[in-house]
């Protein structure tokens, strides 16, 4: 950080008038291009006929949709199902991004592990998936899940209610019954005392040096109160099972099997990515710290835990960056295995209306939002870390 | 991806060319000496690379016979495969001169899209095509049905309108190939398959028993197929649309691709005379060759052998509605003269 702003400053100093209004020419030139380029546009689709703007999408849709985050129906608009999209891209990118990042640090750790059959694993594992297409590994996932599964009627039963076939993943949906209300503030609070105990341990730690369980000891208080109030509060938490019915399961929480591929795929392809970026994360840490930790006789666990993790994930934080930009972008892939991300749904609207470039430019809006939200976190982040080193 | 990349070409193209679309693609054609023709990315009957990677199929033949009509030569085709979402916006763009591609007439591209359809080549219909064992009859028993479709198509909206329509529920699931949706269906992930009635007789025959699935009775759509161009060209228009009509006339007056030359020079039918230019000359109305039509179904046949080539001979489907009018279709092809 300080680099930067040394940088900044130079360059403010540098500055005169000449480079100012060279600068302003070039941005002129730029804008003037872009003004060209809109204009161009609307002049050639009015020539074909071609409707512009965005009034469409207010319109009735008459789409369907099989999967969305939020209630739908084809009388709903094009603006409406274009945000199903988006719901569906995000909520598929940030899952993928959670999973992505745990297993990459698992396959990072693993690649430098003095354990051979481990780290030639890993190495396998990462080499093949950086090597293959993602498409193609979307395909192969979609296609051995679907081969794997059973049909509905047939479908293999986990627990009561929890069923899986090539329909998905059917899971008992929660419902709220009287009580509830005041079972989630009850919860809410267990959840308080929990965390309250967690940093009391911390602290009591500094000041005596006695080490106190404090994250199993706050987990616990939470369990038991959580336990205690559900039952003082009548059981509030009813469930809507899911019933095979005719052709599929109607009712309970659903993953379908396009979903469940799609972030495999995308889960695989990127801790591959991210498991390189956490070694060489590893490696950048000099080992003399950690030969300094195993003489001072720390275990290995708190070697990994205390003194290599923290210093390599500051190495890893600005390349993971990228990837996590690059899944983002990968999810536009689902329309090949039948997820209906947002790049599926307007392909579809475009197919239905012709109006290809307000849709693109829509894409190409929320893409560039997305990304630019994830870097600003990220560098955040990174600002965080490399300001706490020494 | 690779779609995505190419649709984002065709979109800068209409942003980036200049607005020289709306005339001369008869010009540009004897230019370039080729007809770009945008075909569909595979479906056996329609347009469909075989095994010497020749293209094939109804749409396939019309791009040759339009090239015939216009060049004097049938191989001077260039095929454009198109996905879905692509067909219309390709002749739009003019990044190719004719869509030649199962594509449906619809008021909405018709008028607003920067097209113009020239004469239907096929009178489809949307169906369903259900695996056999699950014992239903009617599409009107599917509800709570998954259904796998293709995306880009107006296939997408019936489905919504049927169920609606119907008070079925129907859970689709949509596809970006016709390829996937196919696979899709066939590995058990959808009860049903929905695309036009043509194209569900193609998949079926392609499948290793074909009689464990069943086309259900119902078409849910009307589906006119017809080629077509860019929106203000009137006489690229006129050109397509009557080597469409001349093809079906053919048929309809007994000249057929072993008979036309034989035709040409004993033929007594005034109205044969006038077609294959052995009196008159109908094919300076359109700025042709007077051998236009000649030259067209000496290259392809007339509508009758095109559909019995790539339909019922390796489809078996038979003629339907898509019969002469004299022989009970709709099939009726506006006089040449």
């Known amino acids: 950080?300080?680099?930067?702003?040394?940088?900044?400053?130079?360059?403010?100093?540098?500055?005169?008038?000449?480079?100012?209004?060279?600068?302003?020419?070039?941005?002129?030139?730029?804008?003037?291009?872009?003004?060209?380029?809109?204009?161009?546009?609307?002049?050639?689709?009015?020539?074909?006929?071609?409707?512009?703007?965005?009034?469409?999408?207010?319109?009735?849709?008459?789409?369907?949709?099989?999967?969305?985050?939020?209630?739908?129906?084809?009388?709903?608009?094009?603006?409406?199902?274009?945000?199903?999209?988006?719901?569906?891209?995000?909520?598929?990118?940030?899952?993928?991004?959670?999973?992505?990042?745990?297993?990459?640090?698992?396959?990072?750790?693993?690649?430098?592990?003095?354990?051979?059959?481990?780290?030639?694993?890993?190495?396998?594992?990462?080499?093949?998936?950086r090597n293959l297409p993602l498409l193609l590994t979307l395909f192969f996932v979609y296609s051995v899940v679907l081969a794997a599964l059973p049909h509905p009627r047939e479908a293999i039963e986990l627990l009561e209610g929890v069923y899986l076939s090539k329909r998905g993943f059917y899971l008992p949906r929660p419902l709220a019954e009287p009580g509830f209300w005041t079972f989630l503030i009850a919860a809410l609070i267990a959840f308080a005392l929990g965390l309250a105990f967690w940093r009391w341990a911390a602290l009591h730690k500094v000041r005596t040096g006695k080490t106190l369980p404090g994250f199993w000891g706050g987990l616990g208080i939470f369990i038991v109160l959580t336990g205690l109030a559900y039952l003082i509060t009548g059981r509030p938490v009813g469930s809507e099972l899911p019933v095979y019915a005719g052709f599929n399961f109607k009712g309970g929480l659903a993953m379908k099997p396009e979903f469940a591929s799609l972030l495999i795929g995308l889960v695989l392809y990127t801790a591959a990515y991210i498991g390189e970026n956490v070694r060489s994360g590893i490696?950048?840490?000099?080992?003399?710290?950690?030969?300094?930790?195993?003489?001072?006789?720390?275990?290995?666990?708190?070697?990994?835990?205390?003194?290599?993790?923290?210093?390599?994930?500051?190495?890893?934080?600005?390349?993971?960056?990228?990837?996590?930009?690059?899944?983002?972008?990968?999810?536009?892939?689902?329309?090949?295995?039948?997820?209906?991300?947002?790049?599926?749904?307007?392909?579809?609207?475009?197919?239905?209306?012709?109006?290809?470039?307000?849709?693109?430019?829509?894409?190409?809006?929320?893409?560039?939002?997305?990304?630019?939200?994830?870097?600003?976190?990220?560098?955040?982040?990174?600002?965080?870390?490399?300001?706490?080193?020494? | 991806m690779r779609n995505l990349v190419k649709l984002g070409a065709i979109a800068a193209a209409t942003i980036a060319t200049a607005g020289a679309v709306s005339a001369g693609t008869l010009e540009k054609v004897r230019e370039a000496d080729e007809l770009a023709c945008g075909v569909s990315e595979g479906v056996p009957g329609f347009s469909n690379p075989n095994s010497d990677g020749d293209w094939v199929g109804l749409d396939a033949d019309f791009c040759r016979a339009v090239a015939a009509a216009v060049l004097g030569d049938a191989s001077k085709v260039r095929y454009v495969p198109l996905a879905s979402k692509q067909k219309v916006l390709a002749v739009s763009s003019g990044q190719v001169d004719l869509t030649s591609r199962t594509t449906t007439w619809t008021m909405k591209r018709d008028s607003a899209e920067g097209v113009d359809f020239t004469a239907v080549v096929y009178y489809?219909?949307?169906?369903?095509?259900?695996?056999?064992?699950?014992?239903?009859?009617?599409?009107?028993?599917?509800?709570?049905?998954?259904?796998?479709?293709?995306?880009?198509?107006?296939?997408?909206?019936?489905?919504?309108?049927?169920?609606?329509?119907?008070?079925?529920?129907?859970?689709?699931?949509?596809?970006?190939?016709?390829?996937?949706?196919?696979?899709?269906?066939?590995?058990?992930?959808?009860?049903?398959?929905?695309?036009?009635?043509?194209?569900?007789?193609?998949?079926?025959?392609g499948f290793a028993d074909p009689s464990a699935h069943t086309i259900l009775p119902e078409v849910i759509s009307k589906e006119p197929l017809a080629p077509l161009v860019a929106h203000g060209d009137n006489q690229w228009k006129d050109i397509v649309t009557w080597v469409v009509y001349g093809i079906i006339s053919a048929e309809e007056l007994g000249v057929t691709q072993a008979n036309v030359a034989d035709m040409v020079a004993n033929s007594t039918n005034p109205n044969i005379q006038r077609m294959i230019g052995s009196t008159g000359d109908t094919g300076g109305f359109i700025g042709l060759e007077s051998t236009w039509m000649f030259d067209a179904i000496s290259a392809v046949g007339n509508y009758g052998e095109i559909y019995e080539r790539n339909l019922t001979a390796t489809l078996g489907l038979e003629r339907g509605i898509n019969a002469q009018w004299k022989d009970g279709g709709i099939l009726y092809a506006m006089p040449i003269r």
């Open chain 1, 1 to 129: 950080m300080p680099m930067t702003k040394t940088r900044a400053k130079s360059g403010f100093a540098l500055s005169n008038i000449g480079s100012v209004a060279s600068q302003g020419v070039v941005l002129a030139i730029a804008l003037f291009f872009v003004y060209l380029l809109f204009t161009n546009t609307q002049e050639n689709l009015a020539l074909r006929g071609i409707e512009s703007g965005f009034a469409f999408l207010d319109k009735e849709a008459g789409l369907p949709i099989g999967d969305s985050l939020i209630a739908y129906t084809p009388m709903r608009s094009y603006g409406y199902a274009f945000l199903v999209g988006i719901l569906n891209t995000l909520f598929v990118s940030v899952l993928a991004i959670i999973l992505s990042t745990i297993l990459g640090v698992f396959v990072g750790i693993a690649r430098v592990s003095n354990n051979w059959l481990l780290a030639k694993v890993a190495a396998v594992y990462v080499e093949t998936l």
């Open chain 1, 283 to 390: 490696q950048s840490v000099e080992a003399g710290q950690i030969e300094a930790a195993n003489a001072l006789g720390v275990s290995n666990t708190v070697v990994t835990r205390k003194v290599l993790l923290p210093q390599a994930l500051r190495v890893t934080i600005p390349a993971t960056t990228n990837d996590y930009a690059s899944l983002v972008k990968n999810s536009s892939l689902a329309v090949a295995i039948g997820y209906p991300d947002m790049v599926s749904i307007g392909g579809t609207i475009i197919g239905q209306n012709g109006q290809a470039v307000e849709i693109i430019a829509m894409w190409m809006a929320v893409y560039l939002t997305i990304n630019l939200i994830i870097s600003l976190g990220m560098n955040a982040l990174n600002a965080r870390v490399q300001h706490a080193e020494r």
């Open chain 2, 124 to 205: 489809d219909g949307q169906g369903f095509m259900v695996k056999s064992e699950a014992g239903i009859s009617s599409a009107k028993e599917m509800d709570g049905a998954t259904v796998c479709v293709t995306t880009g198509t107006t296939t997408e909206l019936n489905l919504a309108d049927y169920g609606r329509a119907n008070n079925l529920t129907l859970e689709p699931v949509v596809f970006e190939g016709k390829r996937e949706a196919v696979d899709a269906y066939a590995s058990g992930r959808c009860d049903a398959l929905t695309t036009d009635m043509s194209q569900l007789a193609a998949f079926r025959s």
